[in-house]
């Protein structure tokens, strides 16, 4: 039971505009996402994250926006830079009690073309 | 600040062997997590470890085992490889109570 899912495997975007990454997530119980960006033969690097009180998180050229009634949150990459073409993973987490594992989505893999 | 540290990065082992990863946090990160890559399937969460106490387990089977010593390193174990082990293993250190997770290069396993 995939409880996080990003349904598109790839986008490709020019340079200079905006790449838009979705994930959707099923478990209500999750209260703190992430985005992690990964390299191959690299572990993947943190990003931007947000918690279930807010609605949007922004660092820079990266936004991340949540809608807790859809279950949706999307990254927002603005302007988009060949030096993001890398594999995108969304991950959510509940913080309560023991529990602090991240349940990742499957990847997205981005490619700006130049 | 050193990162986290996997070793080995690359290993080849065959069907029916055993074999240990280790994974050394950053310095003062108390919680260690394990994840197994695999194409098609992202990540996957295998174990998190707390002051050297198994704080969640993910859906592996008992074949997957790991520890953390006092000084926070950990191993974790595959017994009886398959080739369906074959992938990227992640070792993933946290200071708070789960937030920060800093990910270390993994070590690609691959089983022939």
């Known amino acids: 039971d995939q409880q996080v899912k990003q349904n598109s495997p790839s986008l490709s975007v020019q340079e200079g505009r905006i790449s838009i990454l979705n994930c959707d997530y099923t478990n209500s119980m999750f209260d703190y996402f992430l985005w992690y960006k990964k390299y191959p033969a690299e572990g993947p690097t943190f990003l931007i994250s947000i918690s279930s009180i807010k609605d949007k998180n922004e660092d820079g050229r990266f936004t991340v926006f949540l809608n807790k009634s859809a279950k949706h949150l999307s990254l927002h990459i603005v302007p988009s830079q060949p030096g993001d073409s890398a594999v995108y993973f969304c991950?959510?987490?509940?913080?309560?009690?023991?529990?602090?594992?991240?349940?990742f989505g499957k990847g997205i893999t981005l490619s700006v073309r130049p | 600040k050193a990162g986290v540290t996997q070793t080995p990065r690359y290993l080849i082992k065959t069907r029916g062997q055993q074999v240990t990863l280790s994974c050394s946090p950053i310095s003062g990160h108390r919680s260690v997590s394990w994840y197994q890559q695999t194409p098609g399937q992202g990540l996957q969460f295998l174990f998190e470890y707390f002051s050297e106490t198994q704080r969640n387990k993910g859906n592996f089977p008992g074949r997957f085992s790991g520890r953390q010593f006092s000084n926070s390193r950990s191993e974790m174990n595959v017994s009886t490889l398959e080739l369906g082990d074959s992938a990227l293993y992640l070792c993933a250190s946290s200071s708070l109570y789960g937030y920060g997770y800093t990910f270390g290069s993994g070590t690609r396993l691959t089983v022939v």
């Open positions: 991950a959510a987490a509940t913080f309560t009690g023991a529990n602090s594992k991240l349940t």
